[in-house]
T-cell receptor, first 113, second 113 residues
Framework: AQSVTQLDSQVPVFEEAPVELRCNYSSSVSVYLFWYVQYPNQGLQLLLKYLSGSTLVESINGFEAEFNKSQTSFHLRKPSVHISDTAEYFCAVSDTGGFKTIFGAGTRLFVKA | DGGITQSPKYLFRKEGQNVTLSCEQNLNHDAMYWYRQDPGQGLRLIYYSQIVNDFQKGDIAEGYSVSREKKESFPLTVTSAQKNPTAFYLC????????????FGDGTRLSIL
């Protein structure tokens, strides 16, 4: 069965520092990959997605993620974080030809001044 | 604006009582989902539906029931058989395709009195 592992449950970082949130998935077949962000007491919002093509995908607010098929990873990065980036981030995967999306346990990013 | 509306935002249940959580979408999506979110456990799928009048159990369906009488609506009932119902419940919808992201409501927080 498909699974998603987010290697860090919490990541504290100072404002303007770079950050990487790690995500590994288990499937060896073709997959679609997503990162979602959740602010307190809200639902999840799509941050970015990898469907095909370029392995580096970017969001409008400076985050990027790189699909690495050989390492089955889809790590999320931002070169300089802001206080407003404090939130929980979820990595998710769905198999091609499948239907259900599997979510990781989440990584809580805490940006300190 | 299109979106998903969950109500109420907060809900309290007495022991032995059934409660129903509302989820309405105006995105014209065929697929709808219910997730349960507990701290440190990510999202767990309760039920999902790909079309009106049809739905399937997810990973933790015991103690829950759903209906899908209209495309726009997918209410979730938490029955008295659910022994640990305190959680944050999220409703989502999507186009029926493996490469489509899910759109989420802002959730309902259920607590036991």
């Amino acid at each position: 069965a498909q699974s998603v592992t987010q290697l860090d449950s919490q990541v504290p970082v100072f404002e303007e520092a770079p950050v990487e949130l790690r995500c590994n998935y288990s499937s060896s077949v073709s997959v679609y990959l997503f990162w979602y962000v959740q602010y307190p007491n809200q639902g999840l919002q799509l941050l970015l997605k990898y469907l095909s093509g370029s392995t580096l995908v970017e969001s409008i607010n400076g985050f990027e993620a790189e699909f690495n098929k050989s390492q089955t990873s889809f790590h999320l990065r931002k070169p300089s974080v802001h206080i407003s980036d404090t939130a929980e981030y979820f990595c998710a995967v769905s198999d091609t030809g499948g239907f259900k999306t599997i979510f990781g346990a989440g990584t809580r990013l805490f940006v300190k001044a | 604006d299109g979106g998903i509306t969950q109500s109420p935002k907060y809900l309290f249940r007495k022991e032995g009582q059934n409660v129903t959580l509302s989820c309405e979408q105006n995105l014209n999506h065929d697929a709808m989902y219910w997730y349960r979110q507990d701290p440190g456990q990510g999202l767990r799928l309760i039920y999902y539906s790909q079309i009106v009048n049809d739905f399937q159990k997810g990973d933790i369906a015991e103690g829950y029931s759903v209906s899908r009488e209209k495309k726009e609506s997918f209410p979730l009932t938490v029955t008295s058989a659910q022994k640990n119902p305190t959680a944050f419940y999220l409703c989502a919808s999507s186009i029926v395709a493996d490469n489509q992201p899910q759109h989420f409501g802002d959730g309902t927080r259920l607590s036991i009195l």
